[in-house]
């Protein structure tokens, strides 16, 4: 049952009334010179086969998709696979579209590049490309999550990256873009912003969701060879959301698969306690469309416009804003959202090391922890597969309070 | 170059406060500062102080959580009037107030999404009634602002647009097009705030808009000293100052000082503006 889906965003950046490009004058040219070099290379065959090597030999792609045995026969439900993103070089799915987006800086001539980071991950994976690109790498960071993820700082700093904390706002991820973007419009005309997620304005969440499509391309082939068939189900923690479009994009064509992205839930339901954009249904309050970061997406705000504060115990999914490509597939009910809360995610952690021998990231636990309550309620020929973001090393500090 | 007239015969209060720059041959003074901080009636005091020393725009900043434009002082000056509870529609409120006290033009200046989550056209209806001018949103360019161009003008206030140094030619036309009451070049690529000169690129750009345009141009971002003013004489119809006269009112120990000391900076500033001539003058 395959229908052809229309492929979003349309020439403005749009997915339906989702995405465009809200920011001040002074980026659009460069947003429009990112937009046509992107849209060259595509078409570049000399480009792709670059990064193809790229993801190969460097990053380590394919990634494996494994039968988790224990955790389906523990759960006594759906048949679960597990695409290990985690066994990337750098250890998450963050270095497809660092890649993808240092080739195209090198393309452009541009000779340094920023970026955001919360938990780290895509900070250490930009860090990674630049020295393997030499490029210079400054990469911006919320004090908070400096101090919630150092050991990711310790390795940007030997990548040779320049790490600057950022002590405005919530001193978490939407202040380090904040900050990147105000050091963007500065040095607009050397520098590339290697942001890392499908946010911000166009054209990075169509672009940052190709360089990840990669992920479900792979899964697809991949379940198609072991189980005869496409999966009834796939689920996917969303912070900004890049993994799980990674992951759904391949296999939106296919009515039969549903979508499941997982949200922070924090440490309760009203506003500032989570990271629940799209979780509404849920009891999760604070959530309207709104303008944050350049791109038009369901926000948590307060009642007269101003960005709400969040709370997850893991800094990559705590961000007040969901992709626009997520809040368009959300209200056409192509995917569906939920959120878990902290502990829910940590117990998931520790459930998947015992039963899998796999440590997994508290982002990617938040994907586990749902499934941990659907999958015995599944029938038991049914096949899921969960995308194993990333890799909880960096998560140690944090889960030591747990043990 | 056909937008400019229509503005012209409009009669905005904006429009009419360039018309008669223009016949005296003074540069304008256009004066910034963040509503709210540190209190809403304390910015009453500062906007009719300024009005008195002779600023003959003024921009009323709403604050917003996240400034991406802004630099450290106007960052710092929105945290301070969030903190103190400012609201827009709060800011609306001492529009009102204001009107009553000045016919000084007043510009709201904001980001988007507090005015979207008010509605653009309960917001252009209020902003409107309660006596603004003009609106500037620093996160919306004439590509994205069709909606919103057309709610602002359906209650006659002036929509001001930004231009920046990376603006193509076609941009600055698509720009010049959808402003009206003035439009707002910004001098040099970076964030809002003070710095020590003037791009060296700013003659170059002015003159680029200007080919563009017959509306007035106002240049901001890194203005404050009177020699900064007085450099853009012959290149600019106003000089916007922002972070200079926020800083002001951070440093200053009490409100009533911190307004005798925007008053006496806006005069130092509208003093080299006035010693400094406008393109018009040049031109003619």
Redesign the interface.
Known sequence: MTTAPQIWPDA?GRFGPYG???????????LEELEHAYAEARRDPKFQKELDFLLKNFAGRPTPLQFASRLTEHLGGARIYIKREDLLHTGAHKINNCLGQGLLAVRMGKKRIIAETGAGQHGVATATVAARLGLECVVYMGAEDMERQRLNVFRMRLLGAEVVGVN??TRTL??AI?EA??DW?????STHYLLGSVLGAHPYPMMVRDFHRVIGLEARDQILNVEGRLPDLLVACVGGGSNAIGLFHAFLGHAGVKLLGVEAGGRGHALGEHAARMAAAAGYSGA?P?????TYSY?L?T?????ATTHSVSAGLDYPAIGPEHAWLADKHRAMYTAVSDDAAVAAARTLARLEGIIPALESAHALAELIVRAPKMPRDSVVILNLSGRGDKDMEILARYI | MTQSATSMTNESRISRRFAELRKSGEMGLVAYITAGDPSLEATEQFVLAMAGAGADVIELGVPFSDPVADGPVIQRASERALRAGTTLAGVLSLVKSLRAKTEVPLVLFSYFNPVLQMGLEKFAEEASVAGADGVLITDVTPDEGAEYRQAMSLHGLDTIFLAAPTSTDERLALIAEASRGFLYLISRTGVTGAKDQLADELPALARRVRRVTSLPIAVGFGISLPGHVSVLGGLADAAVVGSALVEEIERAASVPAAAEALAARVKLLKGAAVAGMSQRELQG
Do not use: W
């Open positions: 403005k465009g490009r809200y920011v001040p004058e002074t980026l659009v040219a460069p405005s706002g939407k202040d904040n973007m105000r419009v500065t040095n607009v005309r309207r709104g303008v944050l970061q350049g926000v705000q009642p007269d416009g101003q960005i």
